[in-house]
């Protein structure tokens, strides 16, 4: 190809020839930047169109080139029409900016180059298309230019070309129409008046006839309505308004027409709420929308119409005021978008909700009038199915309510619920419904519903903390919720607000329970609720994150406990539901008085131990209204408990002494069986409010206490549990089989139904082998139980009666059938009995997963506030087990969650945790046979993961060995490796190491080993050697390249390397040097593991030889390099490759550099007939044909042949043969002939049947 130079541009092109472009004066001759934003002005990413537009404005009010400016214009204005739509956009804008920048440049100028460009009139649809984009994205850009209304007969030309365009709907929708209303909005009265009230009168004279005019009209009244009097419009409409009886229909019918052009974008169109507007301007609003929405839009089937109402409601709330709120939400479009809500509930329906919530959203955060919001909450909360509002209890929109609306909508909660008045409610009931319940729902099922509803409302602003609301809000709901929970009112008192309100109709059971549950929720969240009010008072609090207290310090649960015993004491006026017993009475006031007694001490020195008791007092007295006898054990536990915590002084005297204290178990022990009897309750309150207290008792643990939480994950004692409630069941079979055997003869009757009751479950349950294995004694004990039952009532024929036996009458049936009876009754039930048992079992076994998974937390704790205490060493091998039980054991989702929790905890907490044991004064010895113990477990499992998980605990002891490094010695050495027997451990890890390389089954791998050598290289330069020797050494290839991997990332540490001399570091390489020339010499065949082997003994070859070569080290390669080169003798090493890469960076340094491959292209003589073309699709190819099946395929041009010579010189055969054909003919043919019998004999049997 030839070069051509564009003289004009400045620029080389190697492509095609291209037309020179004719440039007199030299315009084209820009700079490379200057053209380079008129190709980002057209690139889809909108910040770089842009930016770019913003670039050319700049440059050319810097440029002083008059040449620029009018390449610009061209440039832009030929660019309208662009193929894209992001870029005709952009071309637009940046030729709008130009216009508004430079305003020497007249509009009308720029209106005639565009109508030049750009004729409408052409007939080509090509070219049609081009005039309309560019006719509309010019007259854009003059409108967006901000200087139209200084050009009026500019304007009238865009308005007419703008009329013009709208026929082209297929191009531009009703863009047009759009950009004239934005025209309009930003003209002048009097150019209005003067210039475009003529040109627009046909448009507004029609404006009842399409969505676009009448929009055009709207626009013009609320933009001119000095110029469009009720005079003009009565000569233009026919009426002086737009909104009457007579222009309502056809005002449905525009309503319906934008409906359904909007369909797909489901959006609102701006002629409807442009209408509504309207209709408030004149008055006329509740006429608009009764008879144009309700009895125009909403009779027609659900779809579009009805949305279209949906989304005018939504956008109509910010301007209505409080009466037209009420009015618009309590009409018939209400009453059809709750049907909507609910029919959308079901699978692949459209779902309009959410976009009526973000219109419920954008009205609050625009709206700070309380009443008006509050006019909308109510209106949608009073919107109920058969009693249940149609909106969730958990609604995100109440996040913008201010607070005063917030708490006239809590009080307006309240009275519904103690007086439900259901009549002022919006309810419905859909058509399903009604055909499912023909009879009406009854009245106390719907205010059920309905109190259900609000005490979740009222949770809901509680519990979310993005609602605004103070603690006096706060302490009302929950106050209120407590009472209605668990306490009646008698008698009305100004001492307790929740007695003014009396209850229309009684609490249900069901609703009791509800509330009493929605209370403990509330008391959760509390528990973790930062503190409210102003930012200036509770910004020191909330910068400590305190949770759980009040604005002056006290805890929520201690005033909502006070407040309890309040009520309590006032029995006048409020009775509890469950009335306490004395001893429960006598419990709560203690816990009272401990309280008491603990908050003194708290105030004249905080310490964690009361506030710990304190806590777990407050939330078993709370606990008492819902379980009141086991809070009662509990209360009584924790006061005898607290009494010996408050007296620990005195008695750690006496224990020198007496044997007081150890008879008696450590007030922190009896804490902790409490905690863990409260984590069996599913409750989030208490699982929390456990974490907090054992987080505050966690510095006085002892080791007996902790030992009550490691036995409770203890998988040894796990499974005598499950014996107790599994395995001893089936124990329990085999010895009632074993009783049924040996006491066959005397209690036959009462063992054989036993029996049978197992037999039956065994039959009924196929999952338990063991079962099946006594399936069939147990079917003979059942079996000889029935005959039983028969013979007593001579039903049973033996073989010594005779055939002629007499026939049983009437009352021996009905005998024989009620026995037989009321055995399998009595069987059926065994069977059931059986079943629920198992259940129960299971169920049980759910409950102690998930008891574990919550004592998990408290480990969790204890590690993350105490991980130095030498309490922890007791926690590895307790973990270790849970690990290797739960890797063995059942895969169900609960115990997988179990076992990665647990796994978690032992490798991020203990293991890789921030703190770590340090006093191990006098516990040498035991850690260190606890390591040895480690790491022999390791290489004795089978699986490599539980294997890892032992080896990191044996880390974890090396460095609770090693205790805090010295910052001050930058070299570790084995003066620094603090209590650690370096020579003991080094042995330990050396028999480990040569074990996973000379076993052929071992759980260890590199990786465990790499580790070792990255955090402790001290113990890597005992092991080295080991590992070197190991690199030709190791029992198979994978072994060797792992050595090799574990010496490279020994070589490459720089700890390493300044614990050893020069000369030790030099004896080192040259072994490596040697270990590899051994490996290089020796490669068997080539398969995967050789292949990584390779990579990995070359990546070391790699670095050794570089630092060799960098260091000038006295370590001799020549023999490694001669090795080298004879491994690619073969000119197996040129292909392209990781190994190969590694062996030529390597080869560099010898001075040896990878040779260039010579392409060759294979000269391949391909006839055109044989390329395979692609078939027709329901067509057969001609060789299928059954005229042309036996002939030979003609190639078109050529004679017949049979064979083809192809290029390496073999013949090969034209046509494909059928494949499956010839293996079927080779196994035929490889048949013996008794086969080929046994199959004429099959074919024959079927061809028989067929004629049958």
């Given amino acids: 190809m030839v070069a051509v130079m564009k003289t004009d541009m400045g620029e080389v092109d190697n492509g095609t020839m291209r037309p020179k472009v004719v440039d007199a004066k030299g315009i084209l001759k820009q700079n490379r930047e200057f053209l380079d934003y008129f190709w980002d002005i057209a690139k889809p990413e909108r910040e770089i169109r842009l930016k770019a537009v913003e670039n050319l404005i700049e440059h050319l009010k810097n440029s002083e080139k008059s040449d620029e400016l009018k390449y610009s214009l061209k440039r832009l204005v030929d660019s309208l029409s662009h193929t894209r739509e992001d870029a005709r956009s952009g071309f637009s804008l940046a030729l709008a900016q130009l216009l508004s920048v430079f305003e020497e440049i007249s509009l009308k100028s720029a209106l005639d180059s565009i109508k030049g460009k750009y004729n409408l009139q052409t007939p080509n649809k090509k070219a049609i298309r081009i005039a309309v984009f560019g006719n509309f994205f010019g007259v854009l850009a003059l409108s967006q230019s901000t200087r139209l209304h200084k050009e009026p007969e500019v304007l009238l030309e865009c308005v007419h070309i703008l009329q013009s365009l709208s026929q082209y709907r297929e191009y531009l929708k009703d863009l047009p129409r759009k950009t004239m209303v934005d025209i309009l909005s930003e003209t002048s009265k009097e150019v209005f008046e003067e210039v475009l009230f003529n040109a627009l009168k046909s448009d507004l004279t029609s404006a009842l006839n399409t969505p676009e005019q009448l929009e055009l009209l709207l626009v013009a009244i609320q933009k001119f309505p000095s110029v469009l009097k009720p005079k003009k419009l009565k000569k233009l409409l026919g009426t002086t308004t737009v909104i009457t009886d007579e222009s309502l229909p056809k005002l449905v019918g525009v309503l319906k027409t934008a409906a359904r052009s909007v369909k797909k974008d489901a959006v609102l169109p701006p002629v409807a709420l442009d209408l509504l507007q309207a209709s408030l301007r004149e008055e006329s609003f509740e006429m608009f ?336 209204f819902k379980s009141p006898e086991e809070s009662l054990d509990l209360l009584k536990d924790l006061r005898s408990c607290m009494e010996r915590a408050q007296a620990k002084k005195s008695k750690k005297k006496k224990a020198a002494n007496g044997k007081s204290s150890e008879e008696e178990p450590h007030w922190v022990e009896v804490i902790v069986e409490i905690l863990l009897s409260l984590l069996s309750q599913p409750s989030r309150l208490i699982r929390n409010v456990c974490k907090v207290v054992f987080t505050r008792i966690c510095p006085h643990l002892t080791q007996g206490a902790l030992n009550s939480i490691l036995n409770v994950l203890d998988p040894n004692k796990d499974e005598e549990e499950s014996g107790v409630m599994v395995t001893d069941e089936k124990e329990k079979k085999k010895h009632k089989v074993e009783e049924g055997e040996d006491e066959e003869e005397g209690d036959e009757d009462e063992e054989e139904d036993e029996e049978g009751s197992d037999s039956s479950d065994d039959d009924e349950d196929d999952e338990e082998d063991e079962a099946m294995d006594d399936g069939e004694d147990v079917d003979q004990n059942f079996r000889l139980d029935l005959m039983k039952v028969l013979q007593g009532q001579n039903a ?88 290797e039980t739960g890797m063995s054991s059942e895969t169900s989702q609960q115990e997988q969650d179990y076992l990665r929790k647990a796994a978690n905890i032992f490798k991020n907490q203990l293991c890789r945790g921030k703190y770590y044991c340090r006093e191990i004064d006098g516990r040498e010895a035991e850690l260190h046979e606890m390591l040895e113990r480690l790491v022999g477990r390791a290489q004795k499992l089978s699986d490599s993961s539980v294997s890892l998980y032992y080896f990191s605990a044996a880390l974890y002891v090396v460095k609770v060995l090693r205790g805090v490094v010295n910052e001050q010695e930058s070299t570790p050495s084995e003066a620094n490796m603090g209590k650690l027997d370096v020579a003991r451990v080094t042995s330990c890890f050396r028999d480990a190491l040569t074990s996973s390389m000379t076993r052929r089954k071992t759980p260890l791998t590199g990786a465990m080993f790499i580790d070792l050598f990255t955090r402790f290289p001290v113990l890597c330069v005992n092991l080295l050697d080991t590992a070197v020797e190991n690199i030709t050494g190791g029992l198979r290839e994978h072994q060797q390249g792992q050595a090799c991997a574990m010496v490279l990332r020994a070589v490459q540490s720089k700890d390493v390397k300044n614990l050893m001399s020069h000369k030790q570091w030099a004896e080192l390489y040259e072994k490596i040097v040697r270990q590899l020339i051994k490996t290089f010499e020796n490669v068997p065949s080539k398969n995967k593991t050789v292949h990584e082997k390779m990579v990995k003994a070359m990546e070391l070859c790699q670095f050794i030889v570089k630092t060799v070569k960098n260091a000038k080290m006295p370590v001799k390669l020549e023999l490694l390099q001669d090795v080298l080169k004879t491994m690619n003798d073969d000119e197996s090493l040129q292909k392209p490759g990781q190994l190969e890469d590694i062996y030529w960076s390597v080869m560099k340094f010898f001075g040896v550099v990878k040779p260039k491959m010579q392409k060759v292209k294979k000269v391949v003589e391909v006839e055109q007939t044989e390329k395979t073309t692609k078939k027709k699709k329901g067509f057969l190819p001609e060789t299928k044909k059954r005229k042309n099946r036996m002939k030979s395929t003609v190639l078109e041009g050529k004679e017949p042949s049979t064979t083809t010579e192809t290029p390496e010189g073999t013949s090969g055969k034209k046509k494909k043969k059928n494949k499956k054909r010839k293996r079927q003919g080779e196994e035929t043919q490889a048949q013996t002939p008794a086969k080929k019998a046994k199959q004429q004999q099959k074919k024959k049997k079927q061809k028989g049947g067929d004629k049958k």
């Fill in 796 to 883: 049973l024929v033996k073989e010594e009666d005779g055939s002629d036996e007499e026939e049983m009458d009437d009352a021996a049936m009905m005998k024989l059938d009620g026995s037989l009876s009321a055995l399998f009754l009595e069987q059926k039930k065994k069977i059931q009995a059986k079943k629920d048992e198992k259940d129960r079992l299971r169920k049980e076994k759910v409950l102690v997963r998930d008891f574990k998974i919550k004592v998990l937390d408290m480990v969790e704790v204890f590690l993350l506030k105490q991980g130095s205490s030498p309490l922890v060493l007791s926690m590895v091998d307790p973990l270790l087990s849970v690990i």
């Fill in 289 to 624: 929308w009764n008879e144009a929405i309700i009895k125009g839009m909403m009779s027609e089937m659900p779809g579009h119409t009805h949305y279209l109402s949906f989304r005018l409601l939504g956008a109509a709330l910010p301007l209505l005021s409080v009466s037209q709120i009420e009015f618009v939400l309590t009409g018939d479009v209400m009453r059809h978008y709750g049907e909507h809500v609910l029919s959308a509930q079901l699978p692949d329906r459209f779902k309009f909700s959410p976009e009526m919530d973000k219109y419920i959203s954008e009205f609050l955060q625009v709206c700070t009038d309380a009443d008006r919001q509050l006019a909308v909450v109510l209106g949608f909360t009073q919107l109920t199915n058969q009693g249940y509002p149609v909106v969730p209890s958990f609604w995100k929109v109440l996040e913008h309510m201010v607070l005063p609306a917030q708490q006239k909508y809590v009080e307006w909660l309240q009275e519904a619920f103690c007086d439900p008045q259901l009549d002022r409610c919006l309810d419905f009931t859909t058509r399903r419904q009604m055909f499912e319940r023909e009879d009406k729902v009854e009245n106390d099922s719907c205010v059920a519903r309905f109190r259900t509803w609000i005490i979740q409302r009222l949770a809901f602003i509680v519990e979310n903390h993005q609602i605004k609301k103070d603690e006096d809000l706060v302490m009302n709901v929950a106050r209120f919720i407590f009472f209605h929970a668990f306490f009646d009112v008698k008698k009305s008192t100004s001492e307790i607000p929740e007695t003014k309100r009396a209850l229309a109709l009684p609490i249900d059971k069901q609703t009791r329970a509800s509330m009493a549950s929605a209370f403990y929720s509330i008391l959760q969240s509390l528990n973790m609720m930062p503190v409210l009010g102003d930012l200036s008072e509770t910004e020191s609090l909330n910068s400590r994150r305190i949770v759980g207290f009040k604005a002056d310090g006290s805890m929520w649960i201690y005033c909502l406990v006070q407040y309890a015993a309040t009520l309590l004491d006032q029995s006048k006026y409020a009775q509890i539901v469950q009335a306490f017993s004395p001893e429960q009475r006598q419990a709560w006031d203690s816990m009272l008085e401990s309280v008491e007694d603990l908050r003194k001490k708290a105030k004249k020195s905080s310490s964690p131990e009361h506030a710990a008791f304190q806590n777990l007092f407050l939330l078993i007295g709370i606990q008492m």
